[in-house]
């Protein structure tokens, strides 16, 4: 399994997610956004976390301008898996692969904690590892990860069972992390090849730094 | 020719950052006349463009394609010569 990893200016989750996929058992490569063909064989491409191009303008707007980002929705459009954690998910709601957008927190803080999800919806390949109302516990640190939908377009997300994850409690409950919609965490795309959460499943892969949630999430594109 | 353009939230989107700016109005003795607070941001352009039609179209397409997100923002433009 080859798992590309996008680089962008300002993107610092890139090694976390390498090492993640690596531990996994895929073979990881990085590439910088300025490239415009991504790797032959390329089995899943990850749009990783940090502060592309400085979050200037908006949150991952300027990333979607990048060369590499045709390469990344020609391949989502010819059913090639795309994952987008934090930034990452930022990047693709604004390319218009997810939809939705990413606003600032409600409580204008940057939130940085270990936060409780529950799975919604495991019919695609990324959370089939996981059970529906599971509950995992899995790390968020970002500004703007208050995601907003409009209230027709979130119940089409509903009925094509496009909401992946929701911010929750240790039992379950929905629980208000930083105002999105419905509390929701990540989505997918109608078609289940696209998908975007703010959490880091990357950063929840080792029991020695806390938990490895994580590991199930991500074990879902090897099968 | 130069382009102002200003870029907020909808109406029906929660501006956090206006509200928590209102609140703090309210704080320091404005809550009187205060009603209403929204935060947005102002780009303003240098344009290699004589002709006003022109310069708002080029403008708008600007906004739709990069400079606004219209998911979530609305954005307004005055054209100066």
Same mark, same amino acid.
């Given at each position: ?74 391949? %989502? ?8 954690? *934090? ?100 989505? *997918? ?35 | ?66 400079? %606004? ?13």
């Amino acid at each position: 399994m080859l798992v590309t990893v996008l680089q962008f200016p300002g993107t610092n989750c890139e090694y976390d997610t390498k090492y993640a996929f690596e531990k996994l058992g895929a073979q990881v490569q990085i590439i910088w956004h300025e490239e415009t063909q991504l790797p032959q064989g390329t089995d899943l491409v990850v749009a990783p976390g940090g502060f592309s191009y400085g979050d200037y303008l908006r949150s991952g707007a300027l990333a979607k301008f990048a060369p590499i980002m045709n390469a990344v929705k020609e391949y %989502a459009a010819n059913g090639g898996k795309v994952l987008g954690i *934090c930034n990452g998910f930022q990047i693709l709601v604004e390319t218009g692969l997810l939809p939705g957008a990413l606003k600032r927190n409600d409580n204008l803080h940057f939130i940085s904690k270990h936060h409780h999800l529950k799975v919604v919806n495991n019919e695609n390949t990324f959370l089939q590892e996981l059970e529906v109302g599971e509950v995992i516990n899995i790390p968020v640190a970002h500004h703007d990860g208050n995601y907003f939908i409009d209230q027709d377009s979130l119940q089409e997300l509903k009925d094509n069972g496009q909401i992946l994850l929701q911010y929750c409690d240790k039992n379950g409950s929905n629980k208000v992390l930083n105002g999105s919609v419905s509390q929701i965490a990540g989505v *997918c795309n109608k078609e289940k090849n696209v998908f975007g959460l703010m959490p880091h499943p990357e950063r929840a892969m080792e029991v020695l730094l806390g938990c490895d949630d994580g590991v199930k999430m991500l074990q879902g594109f090897f099968k | 020719m130069k382009a102002i353009i200003n870029i907020g939230l909808k109406k029906g989107v929660l501006d956090s950052a206006g509200k928590a700016t209102h609140h703090t109005l309210d704080r320091v003795g404005f809550a009187d006349i205060v009603k209403d607070v929204r935060v947005g941001k102002q780009i303003i352009m240098e344009l290699n463009c004589s002709d006003v039609e022109t310069a708002k179209k080029e403008a708008a397409s600007m906004c739709e394609q990069l400079l %606004a997100n219209t998911v979530i923002e609305d954005y307004d433009i005055t054209i100066e010569a």
